[in-house]
Each structure stands twice: as structure tokens, then as C-alpha cells.
């Protein structure tokens, strides 16, 4: 879903509109979404207000220090919209490339599925749920749907970015089609399953355009705190207009605090950092999993993510590679390796499963065997059938099978041979080990058995350790017997696995792990994993999936890579660790700015504060200019982080937290005091203060 054109022309495009929404969003409408940044909104209208009245001789201070004040004032606003609107820029840059892939196509509406040749031609716009649809060779796919009939190549990297085609055929976990997808071979029969202007391609387009995000929870109870502290502080200010003139009588030095410091210290101390920032994380959030081919239907499920600490994986193509491969040849007694090799290879050379090119290879690499070609065997390949489970060839008067034990035993049984105990022994042996025994015989004498072996995905081992140091616990599901499930689990590394896997056991494993206070995270693309995708917290439904699995999730991988589901947990960590290392950045530059400033505002009237002056700004005016324009300053400064997020680190939750504190609280302690006075420095240097 990569944005196409230029990289360098295409960032320079999202800038300059991000540039003009910062001003279109000076609207009271939008700004009042925030209210943190809407308290620095009416200050900046206010200042500029009092700026007005010099003009008339209303107000004594000087006109320049209140300009620079509201200008300051504009700035941050201004900058607090500028990180919302890049932000936003992403995502709709992302909606507009997914635009480019939707356009109305003429489809073919068949009467019947048994007719291909009985169609209407129509608009895409026109069809309806249940519309049977044929498409050909070169055909844009009109509308979502179900494959009915056929087999073909689908091009989909208009949505997923990946160039290689995709298959696509009826029944099975691999029906599921998408409008705006490009047929490259063959043919389909669709059934649609999706109004006009409700396919997956147009929630993929509102989803992924920022604007139309919704907060989440988190962001809600955060946004309240900042609030209520913003209220605080509105309250502190408001009453030192009142105290400041009792005491300057009193003491009779100094003079009251002006309605613009009081502005400019209330824009200082508010939460103002993370205010202007929170909306950019969580949209830059989305972004980051929209990037990765992550299609979330809500801010919430990235938000769970970050939370997970229970995760369900599937083992064929997510811990395993999806194919068994072939790893040993284990003769019986009295035959060599050699021979039971070549006897496998020639019963494999016409076997265009994984498994049957695995031996084929494996028989190559150890003994230098090559593939013979059948026509000159005379031979003929027998194919494998759910019948008799066995599959083989024939030629020049020798019969070769290999298959599951009980069907070659029987195999061998019925021709008057014999079936040797030492060839139970192995099979057993492959069983317990966690691989699948392929028995094979020829001319009705069993040579040996070929161990199958489930292929564990290089590091996978690793990442689950990874898991495990930030207390996430992982486990495998399979429809393997317990004694094969037990074995691969061993060897990925997961911390438990459920064998024989049903979608009873499976909702039965969520719920009870729920129950007990846990967020579980799981990935699935078949109708039979829809109710469980419907109970997890995090649910990964795979494109190439069924409908069903699909419309359970919250979650739906483009890419179809089930592994993905460890890389959403750590976008939504990221997300929750950006938010938390900037509110406390935000809340520590507070503090610095309060005993930064407040000593230098009050000391015309309480000459004894000028000793808390460790700083030694110049003067009052100085120190607020200093403070209210670092205010601005930071905020653009932090864009590139709370758009890029805090780095990933694989830690625990407390050891995070109290790496977070450590950088981003003590710095947010000392940046202020470093900036203000050199600001204050470069401000004293000009004549400005």
C-alpha cells in the first residue's frame, strides 16, 4: 500500500498541504476538539486583542511585547496543527493511492454459475450482494466476493504492494477476493458478497484517511487529565491578577502581574506539549500499521495490542514454514539408504506437492541422484487420493508406492508380501518426534520410511524469546495429535500449545484466558476461526481468509502473513511507549518551566525570590519571552519523534517505565532550564528584553 511517485516530491506535497491545513484548522470548530490547545487559542485572541488596544492608549505595557507574545502564541497553535495535519497527511496519501485502484469497470452478471457464456454486461457500481460475476484473464475483479468456480493468478498489489501474484480458487481458505484487484490468468466465477460503496477497498480508504479517526479510550482518560490539569492551572493564573496587586500595595514594590503574563505563564504551565502532540501519535500510529499492510478498523485495536500479553498462534505458515519437507531417508534392514532414496524419488518425480519435491531434492543432495524422465521410463504416475493414501509410479514392470503406514501395509499385504515390525518401530519413532512417516514399498517389499518433517521458520525461536522478556506468553494451535504438537512446540519455543485444535476449544482457550484478567491477541483465515477471531482483544484475519473471518476481525493483514501478528503487538507498544515518553516529557517541562520563571515574574515584588534567579535571567520580560517561545519550539521539534514513535526496545513493562522516566523525565527537566537561558541570552544580546 506504498504511496506512488517520488519519495523527495511526494514528502514535499504532503509539507505544503500539511502547511495549509495548520491555518484551516484555526477554526473555533476544530480547535475546541482540543481543549488544552483551544485554552492557548483564546489566549492567542485575547493578546492579539490587547495588541489592538495600544493602538487606542488603553494599555501601558509596550506594543512590541505584546505583539511578540501573540505572535509566539499564534505560532503554537499553528504548530500544534501542523504535527495533527502531517499526520493526517500520511494517511490520506495512503487513501489516495487506494483511490487510484477503485474506479467503476464493466463486470460480466451471469444468470447461472453453469453458464459462462450467459452474461449481461454491466457496471461494477450496479452489482449487488449475492450478483454472480465471471472474470477473465486481464479483468479488473468489479466488487469483494467469493470465488464459486475456477482457479487463478490475482494480482493484488494495489492494495498490498507486493508484485508477485497471488492464487485464488474456490473452496478452501483461499476463496476470498477483493474489487480493484487484476486477474492474470485463468478464469473466476465470483459470487459478490459486498453492496456498492461497501467493499473492503472503500473501508480501507475511510479507515486509513486520519481525519477520521476516532480517539481511543486511553486517549479519552489522557486527554481528560490534561484537561482538569489545564483547569488548574487557569484557576492558579487567573488568581494572581488579584494577588499580585494586593501584595504589590502592600509591599509597595513592584506592580501587579499584566493580563498578558498571566496569558503567557497560563500557556507555559498547561500541558500544552502533549496536548498539541496526542492526536499526531495516535494517527501516526495507524499510519505506521497501515504501512505495514495492517488494515485496523479501530484505534482501540491498536491500543489492545500494545496491551496484549497472550498470544495464539497458528502453527502451518506462522511457527512453521506451511510445508512438510523431507529430511531423512530411514531404510529397514537389509536395504541401503541409497536404494529406499532413489525408490522415493522415482515415486516423487511426477508429485508437484511441496512434500513430493522435497524428497525429490532431498534424494539429489544426498546421493547425487537426478530426476528421470517419466517418457523414458514408459512410466505412469499414480496420483494420491484421500481413498487410498498412497501415491506412486509404474514402469517397466515395477511398482512403486509410498504413502501413509496402514495404507502401504495393506498395499503389500494384498500382493503377498510382508510388512516388517522394524518398519512400526520407525514409523512410531518419525510420530514421537513430531514429523509425518511416509512408508514405501516396491514390488511388495517394504524398503523404509521418509521422514516428514514440519520445517520450524529460521528465528522464530528468538522472536518468541523476545516475547517472553516482555512478558508476553505465546502459544501454538494445531489440529496435530498432542505427541506431534508437543514436539514442534519444543523445538519454536512457545510456551504452550493447544493440539486438535476445534473452534469449540479454541473460544474455550479465549474465554478462560480472558476470564483471568488477560488480553489475547490471535490470528486466523477460516470460517472455523471467526468465533474465536470475534472473542479475542486482537484479532489478525488474514486477506486471503474467508469472509467471515474477515468480518470477525478488527484486524486484516493484506499480506496474509500470519506472522505479522508479533510485529501489530509491537506497533501498538510503540504507539502506548510514544504516548507515555511524551506526557512525561510534557509534565517534567512544566515543572522545570514553573521554577524556572516564577521566581524572576514575582521578584519586583518579593526582592527576596531573586535568590531562586540560579538561572539569572534579566528580567521578567525576558523570562516569560524566553519560556512562551521554547513552549513553541518544542512542539515542532518533538513532530519527527511522535510521528516516528519511540524505539521499540523488547523489555519488561516496569524496566520500560523506568527507562522512560529516566530519558524522557529527566530530560524534560533540564531542557527547559538549558533553553530558556539561551534564549534568554541570544534575547538580552538583541535589545529585545
Given amino acids: 500500500m506504498e504511496e506512488k511517485g517520488n519519495p523527495h516530491t511526494r514528502k514535499q506535497a504532503i509539507y505544503f498541504e500539511a502547511i495549509k491545513q495548520s491555518f484551516y484548522k484555526l477554526s473555533p470548530r476544530v480547535q475546541i476538539a482540543n481543549p488544552v490547545m483551544f485554552v492557548v487559542y483564546l489566549g492567542a485572541i485575547l493578546v492579539s486583542v490587547l495588541y489592538g488596544l495600544t493602538f487606542a492608549g488603553i494599555r501601558d505595557e509596550r506594543a512590541g511585547y505584546i505583539l511578540a507574545i501573540a505572535l509566539i502564541l499564534w505560532f503554537t497553535v499553528l504548530f500544534a496543527n501542523f504535527a495533527e495535519a502531517i499526520a493526517e497527511g500520511r494517511g490520506k496519501a495512503q487513501a489516495d493511492s487506494l483511490r487510484s485502484a477503485r474506479r467503476d469497470v464493466a463486470a460480466r452478471k451471469l444468470k447461472a454459475a453453469d453458464n459462462r457464456e450467459d452474461y449481461t454486461e454491466v457496471l461494477s457500481s450496479t452489482l449487488k450482494k449475492g450478483d454472480l460475476v465471471y472474470v477473465q484473464s486481464g479483468d479488473q475483479i468489479p466488487m469483494d466476493g467469493d470465488v464459486i468456480e475456477g482457479a487463478a493468478s490475482v494480482d493484488e498489489s494495489a492494495i498490498t504492494g507486493e508484485s508477485a501474484p497471488v492464487i485464488r480458487e474456490s473452496g478452501g481458505d483461499r476463496s476470498a477476493v477483493t474489487g480493484g484487484t487484476t486477474l492474470v490468468s485463468d478464469w473466476l466465477v465470483i459470487r459478490v458478497t459486498a453492496e456498492a460503496g461497501g467493499s473492503f477497498l472503500d473501508k480501507m480508504i ?17 486527554q481528560i487529565l490534561l484537561v482538569t490539569l489545564t483547569l488548574i492551572f487557569l484557576v492558579v493564573t487567573v488568581t494572581l491578577l488579584p494577588f499580585t496587586g494586593f501584595a504589590s500595595r502592600q509591599t509597595g514594590s513592584g506592580s501587579a502581574i499584566s493580563i498578558t503574563n498571566c496569558i503567557a505563564l497560563l500557556v507555559c504551565l498547561a500541558p500544552t506539549t502533549i496536548g498539541a502532540l496526542l492526536s499526531s501519535i495516535g494517527i501516526a500510529g495507524m499510519s505506521r500499521l497501515n504501512r505495514a499492510n495492517v488494515l485496523a478498523m479501530s484505534g482501540r485495536a491498536i491500543e489492545a495490542a500494545g496491551d496484549v500479553d497472550v498470544l495464539l498462534l497458528d502453527k502451518t505458515g506462522t511457527i512453521t514454514l506451511g510445508n512438510r519437507q523431507a529430511s531423512e531417508f530411514l531404510p529397514v534392514r537389509g536395504v541401503t539408504e541409497e536404494e529406499l532414496a532413489d525408490a522415493a524419488q522415482l515415486s516423487s518425480l511426477a508429485d508437484e506437492t511441496a512434500e513430493g519435491r522435497s524428497i525429490v531434492i532431498l534424494a539429489k543432495e544426498r546421493f547425487g541422484i537426478r530426476g528421470r524422465e517419466l517418457s523414458r521410463l514408459e512410466a505412469v504416475f499414480v496420483e494420491f487420493s484421500a481413498r487410498t493414501r498412497m501415491s506412486g509410479i509404474d514402469y517397466q514392470g515395477n511398482e512403486i508406492r509410498k504413502g501413509a503406514a496402514e495404507a502401504v501395509k495393506a498395499f503389500v499385504l494384498e500382493r503377498g508380501g510382508t510388512y516388517p515390525e522394524e518398519c512400526d518401530w520407525i514409523v512410531q519413532r518419525v510420530a514421537n518426534a513430531g514429523g509425518t512417516p511416509l512408508v514405501v514399498a516396491k514390488n511388495g517389499t517394504v524398503l523404509g520410511v521418509v521422514y516428514l518433517k514440519d520445517i520450524v521458520k529460521n528465528g522464530v525461536k528468538e522472536r518468541f524469546e523476545d516475547l517472553r522478556k516482555m512478558g508476553i506468553k505465546t502459544i501454538m494451535i494445531t489440529g496435530d495429535n498432542p505427541m506431534t504438537a508437543a514436539a514442534i512446540a519444543a523445538e519454536a519455543g512457545v510456551d504452550d500449545f493447544l493440539a486438535e485444535a476445534t473452534p469449540e476449544a479454541k473460544l474455550a482457550l479465549i474465554r478462560d484466558y480472558q476470564a483471568k484478567g488477560h488480553l489475547v491477541a490471535m490470528t486466523g483465515d477460516g470460517t472455523n476461526d ?23 476481525g478488527n484486524m486484516v493483514d493484506l499480506d496474509s502473513n500470519p506472522t505479522k501478528l508479533i510485529d501489530i503487538v509491537k506497533i501498538g507498544k510503540q504507539l502506548l511507549m510514544t504516548r507515555g515518553a511524551l506526557t512525561t516529557f510534557s509534565v517534567a517541562n512544566d515543572v522545570a518551566k514553573y521554577f524556572a520563571i516564577i521566581p524572576v515574574l514575582f521578584f519586583g515584588i518579593f526582592p527576596q525570590l531573586n535568590a531562586l534567579n540560579f538561572m539569572g535571567l534579566t528580567s521578567s520580560t525576558s523570562a516569560i519571552l524566553s519560556a512562551i517561545l521554547y513552549n513553541a519550539l518544542i512542539i515542532i521539534a518533538l513532530i519527527p519523534l511522535s510521528l516516528r514513535g519511540v524505539k521499540y526496545r523488547e523489555m519488561p513493562a516496569s524496566k520500560l517505565l523506568g527507562r522512560n522516566m529516566l530519558i524522557y523525565g529527566l530530560g524534560g527537566i533540564v531542557a527547559p532550564f538549558v533553553a530558556i537561558k539561551l534564549i534568554d541570552v541570544l534575547l538580552t544580546a538583541a535589545g529585545i528584553a
Avoid: H, I
Avoid at 489478525?540 to 474477515?550: D, I, L
Fill in 206 to 222: 475511510s479507515m486509513v484517511e486520519g481525519a477520521a479517526r476516532k480517539k481511543t479510550p486511553n486517549e479519552v482518560a489522557l
Fill in 530 to 552: 471467526a468465533p474465536a477471531l470475534a472473542q479475542a482483544d486482537v484479532a489478525v484475519a488474514m486477506n486471503t481468509g474467508t469472509q467471515a473471518a474477515k468480518e470477525a
